[in-house]
Protein backbone atom coordinates (compact mmCIF):
# COMPACT_ATOMS: atom_id res chain seq x y z
CA UNK A 1 0.00 0.00 0.00
CA UNK A 2 1.19 3.46 -0.39
CA UNK A 3 1.47 5.21 2.49
CA UNK A 4 1.27 9.10 2.83
CA UNK A 5 2.24 10.82 5.95
CA UNK A 6 0.26 12.66 7.87
CA UNK A 7 2.21 15.49 8.87
CA UNK A 8 1.93 18.51 6.29
CA UNK A 9 5.95 19.07 5.66
CA UNK A 10 6.24 15.47 4.56
CA UNK A 11 3.54 15.94 2.10
CA UNK A 12 4.74 19.34 0.99
CA UNK A 13 8.20 18.17 0.50
CA UNK A 14 7.07 14.60 -1.61
CA UNK A 15 4.74 17.18 -3.39
CA UNK A 16 7.54 19.17 -4.49
CA UNK A 17 9.62 16.51 -5.35
CA UNK A 18 7.03 15.16 -7.53
CA UNK A 19 6.52 18.25 -9.31
CA UNK A 20 10.14 19.06 -9.92
CA UNK A 21 11.11 15.57 -11.01
CA UNK A 22 8.19 16.02 -13.75
CA UNK A 23 8.87 19.22 -14.78
CA UNK A 24 13.00 18.26 -15.31
CA UNK A 25 11.03 15.35 -17.38
CA UNK A 26 9.25 18.06 -19.35
CA UNK A 27 12.10 20.00 -19.97
CA UNK A 28 14.29 17.19 -20.31
CA UNK A 29 12.72 15.08 -23.06
CA UNK A 30 9.51 17.94 -24.58
CA UNK A 31 7.40 15.30 -22.66
CA UNK A 32 7.14 13.31 -19.27
CA UNK A 33 8.29 9.81 -19.07
CA UNK A 34 6.38 9.29 -15.81
CA UNK A 35 6.15 5.39 -15.47
CA UNK A 36 6.05 6.18 -11.86
CA UNK A 37 3.14 7.13 -11.44
CA UNK A 38 4.06 10.88 -10.42
CA UNK A 39 1.47 12.72 -12.22
CA UNK A 40 -1.70 10.61 -9.85
CA UNK A 41 -0.24 12.46 -6.70
CA UNK A 42 -0.16 16.08 -7.38
CA UNK A 43 -3.30 16.85 -7.55
CA UNK A 44 -4.47 14.67 -4.65
CA UNK A 45 -1.66 15.75 -2.50
CA UNK A 46 -2.91 19.18 -3.16
CA UNK A 47 -6.07 17.89 -2.22
CA UNK A 48 -4.47 16.32 1.33
CA UNK A 49 -3.09 20.34 2.35
CA UNK A 50 -6.38 21.16 1.47
CA UNK A 51 -5.14 23.83 -1.02
CA UNK A 52 -8.41 23.53 -3.10
CA UNK A 53 -7.60 26.28 -5.67
CA UNK A 54 -3.80 24.26 -6.25
CA UNK A 55 -5.51 20.62 -6.38
CA UNK A 56 -8.22 22.01 -9.26
CA UNK A 57 -5.03 23.63 -10.91
CA UNK A 58 -3.23 20.21 -10.75
CA UNK A 59 -6.22 18.45 -12.50
CA UNK A 60 -6.27 20.99 -15.03
CA UNK A 61 -2.80 20.52 -15.93
CA UNK A 62 -2.95 16.66 -15.87
CA UNK A 63 -5.97 16.76 -18.57
CA UNK A 64 -3.91 19.32 -20.43
CA UNK A 65 -0.89 17.77 -20.10
CA UNK A 66 -1.74 13.91 -20.40
CA UNK A 67 -5.01 14.29 -22.54
CA UNK A 68 -4.92 10.81 -23.93
CA UNK A 69 -4.30 8.96 -19.76
CA UNK A 70 -6.17 6.04 -18.80
CA UNK A 71 -5.83 7.52 -15.27
CA UNK A 72 -5.76 5.85 -11.98
CA UNK A 73 -8.73 4.99 -9.91
CA UNK A 74 -7.16 7.06 -6.56
CA UNK A 75 -6.79 9.83 -8.69
CA UNK A 76 -10.10 9.98 -9.78
CA UNK A 77 -11.46 9.78 -6.21
CA UNK A 78 -9.97 12.93 -5.02
CA UNK A 79 -10.28 14.81 -8.55
CA UNK A 80 -13.92 14.02 -8.04
CA UNK A 81 -14.29 15.30 -4.75
CA UNK A 82 -12.31 18.95 -5.26
CA UNK A 83 -14.65 19.32 -8.21
CA UNK A 84 -17.72 18.64 -5.53
CA UNK A 85 -16.58 20.78 -3.32
CA UNK A 86 -15.79 23.57 -5.78
CA UNK A 87 -19.55 23.62 -6.91
CA UNK A 88 -19.31 22.06 -9.94
CA UNK A 89 -21.42 18.61 -9.29
CA UNK A 90 -21.62 17.59 -12.81
CA UNK A 91 -18.15 17.14 -13.80
CA UNK A 92 -17.72 15.89 -10.26
CA UNK A 93 -20.22 12.81 -11.16
CA UNK A 94 -18.31 12.21 -14.16
CA UNK A 95 -14.80 11.94 -12.76
CA UNK A 96 -16.43 9.53 -9.48
CA UNK A 97 -18.09 7.47 -12.41
CA UNK A 98 -14.48 7.34 -13.33
CA UNK A 99 -13.27 5.76 -10.89
CA UNK A 100 -16.30 3.66 -10.09
CA UNK A 101 -15.37 2.03 -13.83
CA UNK A 102 -11.57 1.93 -13.35
CA UNK A 103 -12.21 0.30 -10.18
CA UNK A 104 -15.27 -1.44 -9.26
CA UNK A 105 -14.49 -2.08 -5.17
CA UNK A 106 -13.43 1.74 -4.53
CA UNK A 107 -16.48 3.13 -4.12
CA UNK A 108 -17.76 0.01 -1.70
CA UNK A 109 -14.96 0.82 0.06
CA UNK A 110 -15.43 4.17 0.64
CA UNK A 111 -19.44 4.00 1.04
CA UNK A 112 -18.85 0.69 3.95
CA UNK A 113 -20.58 -1.26 1.37
CA UNK A 114 -20.08 -5.58 1.11
CA UNK A 115 -18.53 -5.81 -2.59
CA UNK A 116 -20.66 -9.15 -2.53
CA UNK A 117 -24.05 -7.42 -2.03
CA UNK A 118 -23.16 -4.65 -5.31
CA UNK A 119 -22.17 -7.54 -7.57
CA UNK A 120 -18.32 -6.89 -7.24
CA UNK A 121 -17.67 -10.53 -5.37
CA UNK A 122 -13.86 -11.00 -4.06
CA UNK A 123 -13.56 -13.62 -7.06
CA UNK A 124 -14.54 -11.61 -9.94
CA UNK A 125 -11.42 -9.46 -10.40
CA UNK A 126 -8.11 -10.02 -8.40
CA UNK A 127 -6.15 -7.46 -10.15
CA UNK A 128 -8.55 -4.79 -8.63
CA UNK A 129 -8.00 -5.50 -6.06
CA UNK A 130 -4.87 -5.67 -5.79
CA UNK A 131 -4.85 -1.94 -7.17
CA UNK A 132 -7.51 -1.21 -4.32
CA UNK A 133 -3.98 -1.83 -1.92
CA UNK A 134 -2.47 0.96 -4.03
CA UNK A 135 -5.14 3.78 -3.04
CA UNK A 136 -3.91 5.62 -0.10
CA UNK A 137 -5.79 5.62 2.89
CA UNK A 138 -5.90 8.97 3.06
CA UNK A 139 -7.85 9.48 -0.14
CA UNK A 140 -10.87 8.33 1.42
CA UNK A 141 -10.50 9.50 5.04
CA UNK A 142 -11.37 13.59 3.20
CA UNK A 143 -14.71 12.73 2.62
CA UNK A 144 -17.38 14.09 4.68
CA UNK A 145 -20.38 11.94 5.83
CA UNK A 146 -22.59 14.16 3.34
CA UNK A 147 -19.71 13.83 0.40
CA UNK A 148 -20.22 10.40 0.97
CA UNK A 149 -24.35 10.48 1.18
CA UNK A 150 -23.81 12.02 -2.22
CA UNK A 151 -21.55 9.50 -3.48
CA UNK A 152 -23.83 6.96 -2.14
CA UNK A 153 -26.91 8.70 -3.54
CA UNK A 154 -25.22 8.13 -7.14
CA UNK A 155 -23.90 4.51 -6.89
CA UNK A 156 -27.17 3.33 -5.85
CA UNK A 157 -28.99 4.69 -8.40
CA UNK A 158 -30.58 2.63 -11.17
CA UNK A 159 -28.53 4.64 -13.41
CA UNK A 160 -25.47 3.94 -12.80
CA UNK A 161 -26.50 0.21 -11.53
CA UNK A 162 -26.91 -0.39 -15.19
CA UNK A 163 -24.36 1.53 -15.99
CA UNK A 164 -21.70 -0.66 -14.03
CA UNK A 165 -24.18 -4.40 -15.38
CA UNK A 166 -23.03 -2.77 -19.17
CA UNK A 167 -19.20 -2.22 -18.42
CA UNK A 168 -19.24 -5.62 -16.89
CA UNK A 169 -20.74 -7.32 -19.61
CA UNK A 170 -18.80 -5.78 -22.25
CA UNK A 171 -15.37 -6.47 -20.75
CA UNK A 172 -16.66 -10.27 -20.33
CA UNK A 173 -17.23 -10.05 -24.29
CA UNK A 174 -13.91 -8.58 -25.15
CA UNK A 175 -12.48 -11.50 -23.29
CA UNK A 176 -13.56 -13.43 -26.18
CA UNK A 177 -14.60 -11.51 -28.61
CA UNK A 178 -11.83 -11.72 -31.83
CA UNK A 179 -10.32 -8.37 -33.92
CA UNK A 180 -12.92 -6.80 -35.97
CA UNK A 181 -15.82 -4.33 -36.49
CA UNK A 182 -17.30 -5.79 -33.11
CA UNK A 183 -15.02 -5.94 -31.27
CA UNK A 184 -13.87 -2.01 -32.36
CA UNK A 185 -17.78 -1.13 -31.38
CA UNK A 186 -17.56 -2.72 -28.08
CA UNK A 187 -13.91 -0.96 -26.93
CA UNK A 188 -15.42 2.07 -28.17
CA UNK A 189 -18.78 1.88 -26.28
CA UNK A 190 -16.67 0.54 -22.92
CA UNK A 191 -14.35 3.88 -22.98
CA UNK A 192 -17.30 5.65 -23.60
CA UNK A 193 -19.10 4.73 -20.95
CA UNK A 194 -16.51 6.28 -18.67
CA UNK A 195 -16.38 9.70 -20.23
Not at 14 to 39: I, T
Not at 79 to 104: F, H, I, P, Y
Request: net charge negative.
Amino acid sequence: MVEIASDPKKIRARLRSYERKLAEEKKRFGAYDDSAGKRYFVGPLHLLLGDQDAALKSFAWYEREFPDDMGDSGHYLCWALVLLRSGDEGKAKTKLRCAMLDNRYMLPKLLGLDGNEVGTGPDRDGLALMQLEDIPEAYYSQWSDEERAWAAKLFMSETWTKLRERFSEIEALLETEPRGPRRTALVNELYGLKK
